[in-house]
């Protein structure tokens, strides 16, 4: 060990070691410091170089027969590590291209490739007849012609910019950049706006040579690059199958007609690469763009519509697809009826070496050494379930079917979840409910980084104080003893266990210092760009099978499971806070945009010879009355503070065998905490998502809405709906807060 590592690691180790473990008894918590140890020397690097080079070696997407084999791999694997495992399957539409054709037919003729292209330097590129078409999954079918409209990033303020600038979308067929917000969002949006197809593309500004060199010479997207991915409008309706909303996808289930797939897309969606969206660019004139929405095409980037008019015409086989989810066990012992859940996708687009399979080698060594210390006589606390699932790809298919059909038995035995989608190089990121806030800090202080010698958890706090914008941020980093986890949104398979169960979860990874945003659901996600660009001595593999496996270990051993609430009752006064910012902030906007209408600033400010409009006139939003959140928000941080009291003084007594019974009834009680913060309606209009701390938003997709009823009420002007929202929220924190307080009662009567 360095001399930095030393002086890092040392001080906090040491006053680490010398109190318990949180949830642990004195006992308890020295013989977990050995098991930890004893697992986090078993994970090899070479282990997960190999793991990859077996599941990307072809292209795996659902339904394909490489898929299926690395499903069977995968269950060889478990059972050979003492496991209990099985495949269990599910069937789900899948629809993939029958017809693609993207043509300009004005002012120039011109039909696009649609086509990656295949590299002599990347072995595996050259797979053509294995590899799924570049297409958006669940676009619908459609066969149209329109003048082109270039919309930035296809989202509802760049629609408000183009309707003050007289651009005229109805009718049209828009091209829109990759980024800023979930892909389906974007044909979402323009179906709103009465666009008739939508193209998407990555722009080199994002992801290609305006950030590093191009692959193969370097990380980034090349010209002929596209992005595949799914488009369904999971925010507004719900992920997994859209044939089997809300239940599983089980044979002989019921399946609804087609035509009444609320996720389906409302206009044809396609993705083209930067080089085909060049060539479509160049022949718009209207309006220039405005500046910020300007890539680094060699062309001047005009609005349009036209003279580009384009032909774009997409049939797809609507097919039922079978899913292969592995799901293995280790029986626990005497809490065996509470589940500790970890999962990583197998599925991927193409080859998929960074997204998914740089997380899935990470599941799997964590697999194989929990297996051997079980074959060594180690038997868990509770029992843990590590799932590799299928189907995420097309949106959360395989995690979301198996969620829905055992919710039942999940409500009643899990714990949590913790997920991973991938890995790479830097820093460690955390996301997630916050009641694991401080669990995963305290498991990122005791994992060193393999480059920079420190503990990841503190080389995390140096990057949050490096990339903070005020002396405020960086004061608040420095005092508090447990770094944020970043609210849950959506994007990987912890969805359906958080936002559908209340089941606790976490998002891992590590990142920061490599991308694989350039080769991002290409062709090019293979072992090649990995093994040159990723994580390339797998190092970073081996740091992470090592937090979560640890983390899964502290889950599964602890007396008292091991849910803090301080941090929730924190991130709950922010949340509230948060909002009244937020209604203020839009009053104010609103009210010095109707003064500037009254005194002419947008006339006259708007160039005779490029006119722009003014923007739409608003109301000004009224107040709306917090005192129900603020006054839940207090009355839980109290009592965050007696429960934390209570488990401190009852902790020497946690392993007594006459508190057995009273310490299960707390563990049974601590499994309805997160529980405690959904509601069985849903949210307005999208009753799939129970959550009311946490949802993706209905217009940024993968983006965490926090407390979301009341958010989006605001951001869209429902301001009743807002208010009642606020009365619902309240009351789930009072909910909380009388969990709790039941909870530090039965933690009084441990105490003598």
């Not at 629609?159 to 067929?173: F, M, N, Q, S, T």
């Not at 060594?365 to 995420?392: F, N, S, V």
């Not at 951001?715 to 807002?722: K, P």
């Amino acid at each position: 060990m360095g001399l930095l590592a030393a002086f890092v690691l040392t001080p906090r180790i040491m006053a680490a070691d010398s109190e318990p473990l949180y949830g642990f008894s004195p006992g308890g918590s020295e013989a977990q410091r050995k098991l930890e140890a004893s697992f986090r020397a078993l994970p090899e690097p070479d282990h997960l170089r190999q793991y990859m080079q077996r599941l990307s070696a072809r292209p795996h997407h659902v339904g394909s027969a490489y898929d299926k084999e690395n499903a069977e791999w995968i269950l060889a694997q478990m059972k050979a590590w003492g496991w209990q495992a099985s495949i269990e399957s599910f069937e789900v539409l899948f629809p993939t291209p029958k017809t693609r054709v993207l043509e300009m037919t004005e002012p120039v003729r011109f039909t696009a490739l649609l086509q990656e292209a295949v590299l002599p330097a990347d072995p595996t590129s050259g797979q053509v007849s294995e590899q799924l078409p570049t297409y958006n999954a669940y676009s619908t079918d459609g066969d149209v012609t329109a003048p082109l409209v270039y919309v930035n990033y296809g989202l509802p303020d760049d629609y408000k910019e183009l309707d003050r600038l007289g651009v005229w979308v109805k009718g049209a067929i828009v091209l829109a950049k990759y980024g800023k917000s979930w892909r389906g969002i974007k044909p979402k949006v323009g179906a709103e706006h009465g666009v008739i197809g939508c193209i998407l593309y990555s722009d080199p500004k994002d992801d290609g040579y305006s950030t590093d060199d191009v692959f193969p010479d370097g990380p980034m997207r090349n010209t002929n690059g596209v992005q595949r991915g799914s488009v369904m409008d999971f925010p507004s309706t719900s992920p997994g199958d859209p044939l089997t909303p809300g239940y599983g996808a089980v044979a002989g289930a019921k399946r609804i007609p087609l035509k009444e797939a609320a996720g389906i897309t409302k206009i044809p969606v396609l993705p083209i690469s930067s080089g085909e969206a060049q060539i479509l660019l160049a022949q718009l004139k209207g309006p220039v763009a405005p500046e910020a929405w300007r890539g680094t095409l060699p062309i001047t980037y005009h609005l349009g519509p036209g003279p580009a008019k384009v032909h774009l015409k997409l049939e797809f086989n609507w097919d039922l697809k079978p899913l292969y989810n592995v799901i293995a066990r280790i029986p626990g012992g005497s809490a065996g009826n509470q589940w500790v859940i970890r999962g990583n996708h197998h599925d991927g687009w193409v080859n998929g070496a960074a997204d998914p399979i740089s997380g899935q080698v990470c599941l799997l060594e964590e697999a194989r050494a929990l297996g051997h210390l079980a074959q060594q006589g180690w038997k868990p606390r509770r029992t843990i379930i590590y799932c590799a699932w299928d189907g995420e790809e097309p949106c959360l298919l395989g995690s979301t079917e198996w969620v829905e059909t055992h919710a039942e038995e999940l409500r009643q035995h899990a714990v949590a979840y913790v997920n991973t989608d991938g890995n790479g190089r830097g820093y460690l990121g955390m996301s997630g409910s916050h009641i694991l806030e401080h669990l995963v800090n305290a498991v990122g202080h005791d994992i060193e980084d393999p480059e920079v010698k420190m503990s990841v958890w503190k080389r995390c706090q140096a990057s949050k104080i490096a990339g903070a914008t005020n002396a405020a941020e960086r004061r608040d980093i420095r005092a508090h003893p447990d770094l944020p986890l970043s609210a849950p949104g959506s994007g990987s398979d912890y969805t359906s266990f958080v936002d559908f169960l209340g089941v606790p979860s976490l998002d891992l990874g590590f990142g920061g210092e490599s991308s694989d945003a350039g080769v991002y659901h290409s062709i090019y996600d293979d072992f090649f760009w990995y093994s040159h660009f990723g994580d390339t001595s797998f190092v970073y593999g081996r740091a992470l099978a090592q937090t979560v496996g640890t983390t899964v270990l502290r889950l599964a051993e602890a007396e008292v499971v091991p849910f803090e609430f301080n941090d929730l009752a924190d991130v709950v006064h922010q949340y509230a806070e948060d909002l009244q910012g937020l209604l203020k902030h839009k009053q104010e906007e609103i009210e010095e945009r109707n003064r500037q209408f009254e005194e002419g600033v947008f006339e006259a400010t708007s160039d005779p010879q490029h006119p722009k409009g003014p923007p739409e006139a608003e109301a000004t939003p009224p107040e709306l009355n917090f005192a129900p959140l603020q006054n839940a928000a207090k009355a839980l941080a109290a009592s965050a503070k007696g429960y934390q009291k209570a488990l401190a003084k009852a902790q020497p007594r946690l392993s007594d065998p006459t508190q057995t019974a009273a310490v299960e009834e707390l563990n049974q009680m601590l499994l309805q905490a997160e529980r405690s913060l959904t509601d069985p309606s849903g949210l307005p209009r999208r009753p799939w998502f129970k959550h009311l701390l946490y949802a993706p938003g209905v217009y940024s997709g993968y983006g965490a809405k926090t407390m979301p009823g009341v958010r989006e009420g605001i951001e869209f002007g429902r301001y009743d709906e807002a208010e009642k929202e606020i009365v619902r929220v309240a009351k789930a924190l009072d909910g909380e807060t009388a969990l709790l307080n039941s909870a530090a009662k039965i933690l009084d009567g441990l105490n003598p």
